[in-house]
């Protein structure tokens, strides 16, 4: 254990305020029995933000929930811990990827179209096209009518005032989003709604009988929960394979049209059986549906045009089948001016503040800056959107009925953001960059050996299964399989 590791901190000692709050907000704490600590502090990279503590939280208050699950089928108490160096890994866990030897990132901060860059009034927007995705590039390249390079990108942008370029770049259904401060956004009318909502919403979406959990000694707490998986990138798809971690059966639908990468599905998908259905076509959207009918869980995060396209709303699932849980994920939050605005990972991070906050770190002039490890919302959102869910089947279990749970990348920033800022005095000696030893372990797919990240809560009787490997897209029949 490293020096940084060492201070000790419990939530039974009333020492962990945030995991306190959180599990409250889910309803945990009238569950959970066990002890959970945390090791070590931040800082431990050179940010003013709480980022490792952040990501041990989020990943404490899933498996809280998951450990509540349990001891309502009569499980024994148990305890958790977690240290500040696992957790960071686990903020950016597609660095900690490789295939048969291979490194295996997503890569997206290498892409010219993914960025921030200065425009004519001295503001600076934020664009990406992700890991990318051909039809977000093209559009960028085709609006500024430029070569797919940074230069290129920087000096038509540069064209530009702020306001004009991010709205005539919204309309047109590419991300885009200025460079707030911290009170900028608050200040903005869509900030000015998540201020309203929590981190995590829980919506109860109709009434119903309670459906208790059956017991499932050494099978996993969720071993008889059906998950229907509608997601893509990285935030939904790392959700619901916390979900398989803990034994549901996840099936996850895509098209053969719009695939994610291969490294997103080996870092994502594990766990899951991964089935096509081209949802333009009739046969294909009825069999959704029919899924969703038998479906415990049903998880996207696609926008919500998509979704009300093909009838698979939170709204309209729960006419199909009144005992499920939905969850949705998105960039800015589910109501405001910006609900329906695509957005990434790194959007939220400049629109909310965060971005202008971490450029305070450098030591010339402070332009916006993401966080060191690249990634803050996409992982801490997953383990979050997790939690909500969890704890959702609890609430039907316990009081019956169905339930929307709601998260979103922005909001997932401002919470981070509310923990407050560390000086720089305490954070300007700290690594850029996370060098921290990792614990790997060696997973074998049909993609060959996969080596990742070792899980970073540690439990005392843990509820965690043996997963599936790895499965290529439209490997399998869209059916659930248990």
């Not at 990279?45 to 404490?60: G, I, M, Q, R, V």
Request: charged share 20%.
């Amino acid at each position: 254990m490293t020096s940084l590791e060492t201070k000790e901190r419990s939530l039974g000692r009333g020492e962990l305020k945030v995991l306190a709050d959180l599990s409250k907000l889910l309803g945990i704490d009238k569950h959970f029995q066990g002890e959970v600590t945390l090791q070590g502090h931040d800082p431990i990279l050179k940010s003013p933000h709480h980022l490792s503590e952040a990501t041990a939280y989020a990943l404490l208050a899933e498996a809280m929930a998951a450990v509540s699950i349990a001891n309502l089928g009569g499980a024994k108490a148990n305890s958790l811990s977690i240290n500040v160096t696992d957790a960071i890994h686990f903020l950016h866990s597609s660095h900690f990827l490789w295939q048969s030897g291979y490194g295996m990132t997503v890569g997206a901060e290498y892409i010219p179209t993914n960025g921030i860059f200065a425009c004519r009034d001295g503001k600076h927007i934020m664009i990406e096209a992700g890991p990318p995705y051909i039809k977000l590039e093209r559009g960028y390249l085709n609006f500024f009518d430029c070569g797919n390079n940074r230069e290129s990108i920087a000096r038509e942008i540069a064209k530009y005032d702020g306001e004009e370029l991010q709205e005539a770049l919204s309309q047109k259904g590419l991300p885009a989003c200025l460079a707030y401060t911290k009170e900028e956004w608050r200040a903005h009318p869509q900030g000015q709604e998540l201020l309203k909502v929590p981190v995590i919403e829980i919506e109860k979406l109709a009434d119903g009988k309670p459906v208790p959990f059956k017991k499932n000694e050494g099978l996993g707490p969720l071993h008889d929960i059906k998950v229907l998986d509608f997601t893509h990138v990285l935030a939904g798809p790392r959700s619901a394979r916390t979900l398989a971690n803990y034994g549901a059966q996840v099936l996850h639908i895509s098209s053969p049209f719009h695939m994610d990468t291969l490294p997103q599905n080996l870092l994502v998908n594990p766990g899951k059986h991964s089935a096509y259905l081209e949802l333009n076509t009739g046969d294909n959207l009825t069999a959704m549906k029919e899924l969703a009918r038998q479906a415990d869980v049903f998880t996207t995060s696609y926008r919500p045009a998509v979704n009300a396209r093909f009838g698979l709303t939170p709204q309209e699932l729960v006419k199909l089948n009144e005992n499920i849980i939905c969850l949705t994920i998105n960039a800015y939050g589910h109501s405001g001016p910006w609900q329906d605005r695509p957005g990434f990972d790194q959007n939220a991070q400049v629109a909310t503040g965060f971005a202008a906050k971490e450029g305070e770190r450098l030591d010339g002039p402070q332009t916006p800056q993401f966080s060191p490890v690249f990634y803050l919302n996409d992982f801490l959102t997953a383990y979050l959107a997790a939690a909500g869910v969890l704890s959702a089947l609890i609430k039907r279990a316990t009081e019956g009925g169905s339930y929307h749970v709601k998260v979103s990348l922005a909001r997932s920033a401002m919470w981070v953001q509310d923990m407050g800022y560390i000086e720089k005095s305490a954070y300007g000696a700290q690594r850029e960059k996370d060098t921290y030893p990792a614990n790997l372990v060696d997973v074998q797919s049909p993609f060959g050996t996969i080596t990742e990240l070792a899980p970073a809560v540690q439990f005392e009787h843990s509820p965690l299964v043996d997963i599936l490997p790895v499965r290529p897209f439209g490997a399998d029949k869209p059916v659930f399989w248990r």
